[in-house]
């Protein structure tokens, strides 16, 4: 065999790999327990692991696999984020549609750039201090109730948070390069807390409370050609039209804010107005 070794499965071949392999994957093998699976373990130049669409619900027998950069455990059965505090050199972490209540056992996982946990049960965003290096950070598809537990993430650049129980658009204001944010499928009923965001150039807020006719007034999903989102002359005129026939309580379908700026610029005007 050389320089070769089995990935074996309870007895069962999966993989012959060489031993200097920095990819492995084993995705779609029914595997229950990583315990397991024999060889990958010894795989001590391994970069990428694929363990997604298993039937795993426990992780564990990854601590050798210390120059680990890329982990995915995506679709499978997995109740707690636990061991992984040997892999400080991950950068990325998949753990989409699985059963985590809560975020937790990543602390030491510093260098991590990209953090999805869409579509499990938490209901709380917390334990992500330390992750200073977050780039890409999915939430999405979960329990959430409040938008908390972000202030260190001064580097965030995409966030997503549709799918949830929001109320209420607050805990944004450290996340200054933040580029694009999802707060579709939520219960928002006003446009506010985002005056800090500059970078933002895409914003998502269908079907939440907000009536269809004000994301109409505001450009909704059309780009106002000639608009200059920097020019405070501009937005007198950003949210002129005439669809006076659209109701008012309708709730936004499918809208994304082609001028984020210039959206969140004029709900601030407007709630100055009324007051």
Same mark, same amino acid.
């Not at 990428?48 to 601590?63: A, D, G, H």
């Not at 002129?240 to 210039?262: K, M, Y």
């Given at each position: 065999?050389?320089?070769?070794?089995?990935?074996?499965?309870?007895?069962?071949?999966? /993989?012959?790999?060489?031993?200097?392999?920095?990819?492995?994957?084993?995705?779609?093998?029914?595997?229950?327990?990583? @315990?397991?699976?024999?060889?990958?373990?010894?795989?001590?130049?391994?970069?990428?692991? &694929?363990? =997604?669409?298993?039937?795993?619900?426990?992780?564990?027998?990854?601590?050798?696999?210390?120059?680990?950069? $890329?982990?995915?455990?995506?679709?499978?059965? !997995? #109740? @707690?984020?636990?061991?992984?505090? #040997?892999? #400080?050199?991950?950068?990325?972490?998949?753990?989409?549609?699985?059963?985590?209540?809560? !975020?937790?056992?990543?602390?030491?996982? +510093? /260098?991590?750039?990209?953090?999805?946990?869409?579509? &499990?049960?938490?209901?709380?965003?917390?334990?992500?201090?330390?992750?200073? &290096?977050?780039?890409?950070?999915?939430?999405?598809?979960?329990?959430?109730?409040? !938008?908390?537990?972000?202030?260190?993430?001064?580097?965030?650049?995409?966030?997503?948070?549709?799918?949830?129980?929001?109320?209420?658009?607050?805990?944004?204001?450290?996340?200054?390069?933040?580029?694009?944010?999802?707060?579709?499928?939520?219960?928002?009923?006003?446009?506010?807390?985002?005056?800090?965001?500059?970078?933002?150039?895409?914003?998502?807020?269908?079907?939440?409370?907000?009536?269809?006719?004000?994301?109409?007034?505001?450009?909704?999903?059309?780009? /106002?050609?000639? $608009?200059?989102?920097?020019?405070?002359?501009?937005?007198?005129? $950003?949210?002129? &039209?005439?669809?006076?026939? @659209?109701?008012?309580?309708?709730?936004?379908?499918?809208?994304?804010? =082609?001028?984020?700026?210039?959206?969140? #610029?004029?709900?601030? /005007?407007?709630?100055?107005? +009324?007051?």
């Amino acid at each position: 065999m050389g320089n070769t070794i089995q990935i074996t499965l309870k007895g069962k071949v999966l /993989k012959e790999v060489n031993v200097t392999e920095t990819n492995l994957d084993l995705s779609f093998h029914k595997i229950v327990d990583i @315990e397991q699976i024999r060889g990958f373990d010894t795989l001590q130049k391994l970069r990428s692991l &694929n363990l =997604s669409n298993n039937l795993i619900t426990e992780i564990k027998n990854l601590e050798h696999l210390v120059n680990l950069h $890329y982990l995915y455990l995506n679709n499978n059965q !997995i #109740a @707690e984020i636990k061991g992984l505090d #040997a892999l #400080a050199n991950l950068h990325i972490l998949d753990l989409r549609d699985n059963q985590i209540p809560e !975020i937790k056992g990543i602390r030491a996982l +510093v /260098k991590l750039r990209d953090l999805k946990l869409s579509g &499990n049960r938490i209901a709380e965003i917390k334990g992500l201090d330390t992750l200073v &290096n977050l780039r890409l950070l999915y939430l999405d598809d979960n329990k959430i109730t409040e !938008i908390k537990g972000l202030d260190a993430l001064v580097g965030l650049q995409d966030l997503n948070l549709e799918d949830n129980q929001i109320t209420e658009i607050e805990g944004l204001d450290t996340l200054v390069w933040l580029q694009s944010l999802s707060l579709g499928n939520n219960q928002i009923s006003e446009i506010k807390g985002l005056g800090a965001l500059k970078a933002l150039g895409y914003l998502t807020i269908n079907n939440n409370q907000i009536p269809k006719s004000l994301v109409d007034e505001l450009g909704g999903t059309s780009h /106002k050609a000639g $608009y200059d989102p920097n020019d405070p002359d501009d937005f007198d005129d $950003y949210g002129d &039209n005439d669809n006076t026939d @659209e109701e008012e309580d309708e709730d936004s379908e499918g809208s994304w804010i =082609s001028n984020p700026r210039a959206f969140v #610029a004029y709900c601030a /005007k407007k709630r100055e107005l +009324v007051k």
